[in-house]
Nanobody, 124 residues
Framework: QVQLVESGGGWAQTGGSLRLSCVAA????????MGWFRQAPGKEREFVAT????????RYADFVKGRFTISRDNTENTLYLQMNGLNPEDTAVYYC?????????????????WGQGTQVTVSS
């Protein structure tokens, strides 16, 4: 079973940057697609980015493309989300997740394991 722990959240001003990390415990990490999702108060959880098991394929939500970069280091069993050009609309709890589909997925329903979430707050 994969266990995921996010870190790197916090406060940033508009235009600032944060890098989120997600450390995975489990031998299946290298073969699993991974994703980042976020959920703001009063809103549904939404897709942010996903990456295939080797990292060759990446997909992004339109509202973050060009600002956020998803990556992974299988040697370190770690997933990353580099967030640049932050704005207040990015304020949310960010979750990393693991799916059995090696290509990753944009659908939260395809993910079997979730981290506890890390809060990102962006202020003007």
């Amino acid at each position: 079973q994969v266990q995921l722990v996010e870190s790197g959240g916090g406060w940033a001003q508009t235009g600032g940057s944060l890098r989120l990390s997600c450390v995975a415990a489990g031998r299946t990490f290298s073969g699993s697609g991974m994703g980042w999702f976020r959920q703001a108060p009063g809103k549904e959880r939404e897709f942010v980015a996903t990456i295939s098991w080797r990292g060759a394929m990446k997909r992004y939500a339109d509202f973050v493309k060009g600002r956020f970069t998803i990556s992974r280091d299988n040697t370190e069993n770690t997933l990353y989300l580099q967030m640049n050009g932050l704005n207040p609309e990015d304020t949310a709890v960010y979750y990393c997740a693991s799916t059995m589909y090696g290509t990753g997925s944009t659908s939260s329903a395809d993910y079997n394991f979730w981290g506890q979430g890390t809060q990102v707050t962006v202020s003007s």
